[in-house]
């Protein structure tokens, strides 16, 4: 497939989503209003650990406006279950959530009921007042609880780990053996999550003659939903539709299946009424998705002159409540990414995912790659200073260069097979970090107090992946007007897939982009279609739409060549006109109007492959040590991500994730008391980054060494910078302490 | 997050708010600018059966100067404070305190009256009229009354205030110009409840600490008065030894809560810090004085 | 629960309602008026999206009742466009890429224009110190710092020119 170029790609073309959203007309699911709909606020359980006893909604529905308080005695047939969407791990399979609990609930905010009523402010009314009895079980608040067997969440698996394994390249038992020194410390990073400004929010409607469900406020992964939901109801894919509108933000916790995105469309056709829910910020904390808390107990070998020579670790996830659809994702990424792009010739993991009584667990934003560098830089200080070697140092004898890429990591995770790091010049970008930052020249400063602080300088080095998951597909359409629109399995949830999007379909087919209108995500726009995660919607996304593109050429040249009855090897197809002998010319508009059928054509891509991403952070921060606060006086972000479609997303890309990491370093705590009782109920509890707290960011994308990996030549760009936030701050402030 | 049921009046002069607050029995609030009040029925910490608006009564927000002191009326919004030339010129240290209350968009609507009411630990107005022994006017069924700040705020989001009272001014004494002062609060991030926080003024006479006002908050259930860390102070040279002993009492005086975010130790150390970092401020501004 | 007559003004309309006295301005101007360019990130008063100009400040929609603001003036993002045509600021936002998922805009939009309104002569400090007041999850606050100076210089070069 050869992709062309020409005016867009590559160029930070200003966002075609921006003035609707400006301007404030931009509709996400709250802004929906339908005829009749009513509103759904859901009951959840007040108790962390408990067995259901009764519910008892008299009182709920006596209150003027309340349509129904539907429990699990409701639900006809099996109670639903989550399944795995991504990293399904052997054996955890009865950990799964039901869409709502019947028997038992196992974490604060478990759904046990849904009121509807005419109003939102009444449908809270009514639940405040419906009474759930619960007999408590002796909760279990964390992973020590979980392994000391006084508790189980799941009375029949006699355990709390849901999942164990072991994993590993080469013998690193032998290497620990010989090896000149090692070093063995446990860290661990605390529960926090995506904190999205938009929270979740659903607009069910079922159409009882059709028998047809639409479902607003599809999110990440709506064909997969889909197929979930249409299972669950008991109905053909056909007959349900998930429709994706505008998203505030998703970073991996919206859109996975949750209870919710069945409970209300069920609700919908229960009472044969459009059923609007939307979550407010104290619900969105208990119960959306969770994430980060991950304890690590690492130990690494090494030669006398700072060799790494294996690294070995117990890695262990508190997944919350359930294994949810993202599955064994944070323990087993974590493993996978711990030894990071270093040369670590033996790797041994332990790696465990156990259940407790809170919130359950899923993806964030490079989940396990933000915990595993941490783990991994921060112990590479440690062994540095040990072995009096500087860090940048260290990292430069043992980073991988770029004669050994690509590089063979082997198996690390269970569900996937091995694969390797491919091209990249880590030593450079390295470099290019340590001089940004100053290594050199602020090297008296490290470890000195200045005008009452603590100075310190601190670096770290990842790599990450993109582009996970199964193919995507693409279809363009001509419209009668001569513009093209293009429909994509893609999800936007921000990160600029209309623009993009269009970039790429506008190089390909030589049109202005103008033109193009991109139509992401839901699944009335195509037959199947597979969202965006783990930054592959320009991967697979954008290299659909080449195929389609190309495709589309064909066709076009195909479709003038039958209207002109020529052969199509007379036809030529040229910056959106079709031409014959030289002198007949179509319009794209001239051709669809000429022909009955609507002129489309099909395109897919997906790939196994998937591309590595790398850079280097640094920062320089003084330290406080009377109050404890750190300021970051510089905070810099080297990255070779290949090809850019748009630098400028590339870039907000970037900042925005470097804050995210920041914020999950020094703010954001989700806690949990002794009886697993979520603490955080607001955000003035769950402090997220404003404007003040970090200015100091430079975040330099580098189109250094383009991957071979997929036909544009791109890599995700969405998630990277996050991952080594947490090893680069852990550093900077053990150096300003040193 | 929907309000839970209630009714609405709308005051039209004080008495007409008592009367009303005096109808309800207890189970009615006054509103006023709502920044904190409207967050507590959001999360249904408070279910009043009605809200009597005092919004509109502009007599309520006016700012005085004259021999007596400063009268600041209850319904002043933080904004007001924040711009007033007069409170800038006269009042430093409640000047630079407004500067940390809340954020730009909060400070529009919240005004003093509503959080001397609300009476937030970590406030920084209750702490600053404490410091400066100010005095809440309170007008309710049996009349108007004076009470001493000291008096009025009694403990966790707990005042004086009676059921059928409505807060319509403040009023500080004169600030002596010959003080020294500062303010001083730490929080995780910009706007955020101080963790802790000192408001102090006193004056030097013969080299020594004079008359000393040390007001803590965000360190108890109430802004608090540090007596024992006054008296450290009064009479004695501002030297090393006489600071770092106050500063050692005053972490035993304050009384910090239990609190996930930041546990007691913590903020008695962290108090310490902010007190002497304050004292010195303030000696600061002697020097300023004295050239 | 009785509903209650209010009339405010909205972007210049005068307009009247009847809603129950416990909803919020935001939810008002959201459901009542459709107007749903305001966002509600919170309901708490700390994320900042329902943020909204009322006679002239920037405060939170959330912590308003519709019923307080009887015979107010109230402006909100739909008010700032000119038709199609972004106002200086709103291109100002676009040209620096100070949106993502556009969920908190409205609302840091309506502060800035209030600020540049009552400050023309906001320093960098100064917006930052407003831009506090709102969250942002996915840009990271510095596109968006750079976009308010950029209109600030752009009005008062505007403001220069017309003189």
């Known amino acids: ?738 | ?291 | 629960m009785k509903l209650q007559d209010v009339s405010f003004s909205v972007n210049g309309e005068l307009l009247k309602v009847q809603v129950e006295p416990r909803r919020t301005l935001a939810d008002c101007l959201r459901h009542d008026l459709r107007l749903t360019g305001t966002h509600v990130g919170c309901e708490h008063g700390v994320c900042g999206a329902c943020t909204v100009i009322v006679n002239d400040a920037a405060v939170r929609s959330c912590l308003l009742l519709a019923v307080q603001v009887d015979g107010w003036a109230i402006r909100t993002v739909e008010s700032l466009a000119s038709g199609e045509q972004l106002s200086p600021l709103q291109q100002a936002f676009q040209d620096n890429h100070a949106l993502q998922c556009g969920f908190c805009t409205p609302g840091i939009l309506m502060t800035a224009q209030a600020l540049l309104e009552s400050e023309p002569d906001a320093d960098d400090e100064k917006i930052v110190e407003v831009l506090s007041g709102h969250i942002c999850r996915c840009t990271g606050y510095l596109p968006i710092i750079k976009a308010i100076a950029q209109a600030r210089n752009a009005i008062n070069s505007g403001r220069k020119i017309a003189r």
Request: with cysteine; charged share 20%.
């Open chain 1, 1 to 738: 497939m050869t992709v062309s170029h020409n005016n867009y790609v590559g160029r930070p073309i200003p966002r075609t989503e921006d003035p609707r959203l400006l301007r404030g007309k931009g509709c996400f699911v709250d802004d929906m209003h339908r005829p009749g709909a009513v509103h759904a606020v859901i009951v959840r359980s007040h108790m962390a650990h408990g067995h259901l006893l009764a519910i008892d909604a008299s009182r709920a529905l006596s209150i003027p406006g309340v349509c129904a308080v539907l429990t699990a005695a409701d639900i006809k047939g099996e109670i639903g279950v989550l399944p795995f969407r991504i990293a399904p791990l052997e054996g955890t399979e009865p950990f799964r959530q039901p869409v709502i609990a019947s028997k038992r609930v196992r974490y604060v905010g478990e759904p046990v009921a849904i009121v509807i009523a005419e109003s939102h402010a009444i449908a809270e009314d009514a639940a405040e007042v419906v009474d759930v009895s619960i007999e408590q079980i002796e909760p279990v608040p964390d992973v020590t609880a979980a392994r000391s067997g006084q508790s189980y969440l799941f009375e029949d698996q006699r355990t709390n780990v849901a999942s164990r394994y072991q994993i590993g390249r080469g013998k690193a038992q032998a290497a620990f053996e010989k090896a000149a020194y090692t070093r063995r410390e446990q860290f661990s990073v605390q529960r926090h999550t995506a904190m999205p400004m938009e929270m979740r929010g659903l607009l069910a409607e079922w159409n009882s003659e059709t028998e047809h469900m639409t479902v607003w406020g599809a999110a990440k992964v709506p064909f997969f939903n889909r197929k979930v939901l249409a299972g669950m109801l008991g109905l053909p894919n056909e007959k349900v539709d998930l429709i994706e509108l505008d998203v505030g933000g998703a970073f991996g916790v919206r859109g996975e299946f949750h209870p919710e995105d069945f409970l209300v469309p069920f609700a919908s056709r229960h009472l044969s009424r459009p059923v609007k829910w939307q979550e407010d910020r104290r619900e969105h904390m208990m119960a959306t998705n969770h994430s980060r808390e991950i304890y690590c107990d690492v130990e690494i070998a090494c030669s006398s002159d700072g060799l790494i020579l294996a690294l070995r670790a117990q890695v262990i996830a508190d997944l919350g409540a359930y294994v949810g659809t993202s599955g064994g994702i944070l323990a087993s990424r974590t493993g996978q990414f711990l030894a990071g792009p270093y040369r670590i010739p033996d790797v041994d993991l332990d790696i465990l995912s156990i259940v407790t009584n809170k919130t359950p667990a899923g993806s964030y934003r490079g989940p396990g790659r933000f915990e595993s560098s941490f783990f991994r830089e921060r112990l590479f200080d440690m062994v540095a200073r040990d072995l009096g070697i500087d860090g940048l140092e260290f990292r430069r004898r043992n980073l991988l260069t770029q004669g050994e890429l690509p590089y063979d990591i082997g198996q690390l995770v269970p569900y996937e097979g091995p694969t390797s790091y491919e091209c990249g010049d880590y030593l450079a970008v390295l470099q290019d970090c340590a001089n940004a930052i100053g290594w050199a020249e602020k090297a008296s400063i490290r470890g000195r107090k200045i005008d009452g602080k603590y100075h310190g300088l601190g670096i770290g080095c990842f790599v990450d992946s993109s582009g996970a998951g199964p193919k995507e597909n693409a279809i363009l359409r001509i419209e009668k007007d001569g513009s093209i629109s293009v429909s994509v399995g893609s999800s936007a949830n921000g990160q600029g897939i209309e623009t993009a999007h269009a970039q790429i379909c506008a190089d390909q087919l030589r049109i202005p982009m103008e033109r193009i209108s991109v139509f992401h995500g839901s699944t009335t726009l195509l037959s199947e279609g597979f969202g965006s995660f783990h930054s592959r919607s320009m991967i697979m996304g954008g290299n659909a739409i080449v195929a389609a593109s190309i495709n589309m050429i064909e066709t076009l040249k195909a479709c003038a060549a039958k209207y002109w009855g020529v052969l199509p090897s007379n036809v030529v197809y040229e910056d959106g006109h079709l031409r014959t002998h030289g002198r007949i010319l179509l319009s794209l508009a001239e051709l669809a109007c000429a022909v009955d059928a609507p002129i489309e054509a099909f395109g897919s891509f997906g790939t196994k492959m998937k591309p590595f991403g790398y850079g280097s952070h640094a920062a320089h921060v003084a330290v406080d040590v009377d109050t404890g606060h750190v300021e970051v006086l510089d905070y810099v972000a080297f990255e070779d991500v290949g090809r850019m479609i748009n630098p400028m997303i590339v870039h907000g890309q970037k900042i925005g994730a470097i804050v995210q990491g920041l914020g999950g370093v020094f703010l954001e705590h989700l806690m949990y008391d002794d009886n697993a009782q979520l603490l955080t109920g607001s955000l003035a509890d769950y402090l997220l980054p404003t404007a003040t707290d970090f200015l100091n960011i430079r975040a330099v994308a580098l189109d250094l060494t383009r991957t071979t990996r997929n036909p544009l030549g791109v890599k995700g760009a969405g998630e990277d910078a996050i991952a080594p936030v947490a090893g680069v701050i852990g550093n900077v402030i053990a150096d300003a302490l040193t």
């Open chain 2, 1 to 291: 997050m929907k309000l839970p049921p209630l009714t609405y009046h709308r005051a039209e002069s004080v008495e007409h708010a008592i009367a009303l607050l005096a109808q309800y029995q207890g189970e009615a609030r006054i509103i006023a600018g709502g920044q904190s009040l409207i967050p507590m029925l959001a999360y249904r910490l408070a279910a009043p059966a009605a809200l009597i608006d005092i919004g509109r009564l502009a007599d309520l927000a006016t700012i005085g100067l004259d021999d007596q002191g400063l009268s600041i009326g209850s319904l002043t919004r933080w904004c007001d404070i924040q711009c007033s030339t007069e409170i800038r010129k006269n009042h430093p240290l409640l000047h630079d305190a407004i500067g940390h209350v809340a954020h730009y968009q909060i400070r529009n609507r919240g005004t003093i009256g509503g959080s001397l009411a609300h009476c937030d630990p970590a406030a920084e107005c209750p702490a600053v009229v404490l410091a400066c022994q100010g005095e809440i006017i309170v007008q309710g069924s049996n009349g108007t009354r004076s009470v001493r700040a000291e008096d009025f705020f009694q403990g966790l989001l707990s005042t004086d205030l009676q059921d059928d009272e409505v807060i319509t001014a403040i009023k500080l004494p004169p600030w002596n110009p010959k003080r020294l002062w500062a303010f001083s609060e730490f929080s995780r991030r910009t706007g955020d409840f101080a963790l802790a926080g000192v408001a102090m003024h006193f004056e030097m006479v013969s080299d020594c600490i004079s008359v000393p006002s040390i007001v803590g908050f965000g360190v108890g259930d109430r802004a608090l008065v540090l007596r024992a860390t006054q008296d450290a102070l009064e009479f004695n040279a501002p030297e090393p030894e006489t600071i770092a002993r106050a500063v050692s009492i005053a972490r035993e005086e304050i009384d910090p809560p239990v609190d996930p975010h930041a546990p007691p130790d913590y903020r008695r150390a962290l108090f310490g810090v902010l007190l002497e970092r304050a004292l010195k401020e303030a000696l600061g501004r002697n020097r300023g004085l004295m050239s």
